[in-house]
């Protein structure tokens, strides 16, 4: 019998390309195909990137960016969106405004700096990100180094990380996910919203190729919300698939690799 696509969670992803295919727009559409999911895509910009680094990015016309939104939504629908790269206060601002007019939940990625430690939001747009972006999200799921970006805390322990939360959520979003990967130990996240702490424990597997790490995560909640997930449970099954995927990362190039996508079907 033929497979009736039309049946499948629509989600979107709101965020720029990778060049080397692991992180970025790649990274979420394979994650969604993965899990299930027809991924669609607003491109913000193009960047020239490898496992090395990234070399060069260019920013989308903000009417780009709007124009494909529009005409993704406004045919097709979604529900769940994701958003990535957004590196200009122009771009925050316009991705902000169209999300506020969408009735769908929304997973902020508030992505600040590369793997490869490359600078991927310009400052004057940090500002734009705590008063527009983050109001709207269901969802943010910054790193440690985009907490410390956004809120000032360098976190160095747990308890740190609940200082964090409760800082981000005063910039508005529902629910907080501070990622602990970069903290030593066992890999720990905490998901809040200020009323419920969940943390969420995972093996810390020896395996330097990472790449698309918070991409994928982010990717992964947005599925289970457009499956009409509760948010816990979206993430809690999202840190469970992301661990499988950097259990799996593979080298490629000659810097750090992706993590695998495609983990859960490699035996088969």
Known sequence: MPITTSALPRVLTVAGSDSGGGAGIQADLKTMLALGCHGMSVLTAVTAQNSLGVQGAWDLPAEAVTAQYRSVVDDIGVQAVKTGMLSSAVL???????????????????????????????????????????????????????????????????RGMCRAAGALLEFGPRWVVVKGGH??????????????????????????????????????????????????????????????????????????????HGWRTRGA
Request: proline share 6%; with cysteine.
């Open 92 to 158: 925050v601002e316009t991705v902000a405004g169209l999300l506020a007019g969408t009735r769908a939940p929304v997973v902020v990625d508030p992505v600040g700096v590369s793997k490869h430690g490359d600078s991927l939001l310009a400052s004057e747009a940090l500002d734009a990100v705590r008063t527009k972006l983050l109001p709207v999200a269901t969802v943010a799921t910054p790193n440690l180094d985009e907490v410390a970006q956004l809120t000032g805390i360098a976190v160095t322990d747990e």
């Open 183 to 260: 903290l030593p130990g066992e890999a720990v996240d905490l998901l809040t919203d200020g009323s419920e702490e969940h943390w969420l424990h995972a093996p810390r597997h020896d395996n330097r190729h990472t790449h698309g790490t918070g991409c994928t995560l982010a990717s992964a909640i947005a599925c289970g919300l457009a499956r009409g997930q509760n948010v816990p449970t979206a993430v809690r099954n999202a840190k469970t698939y992301v661990t499988g995927a950097i259990e799996g990362g593979f080298p490629l190039g000659a810097g750090i690799g992706p993590v695998d």
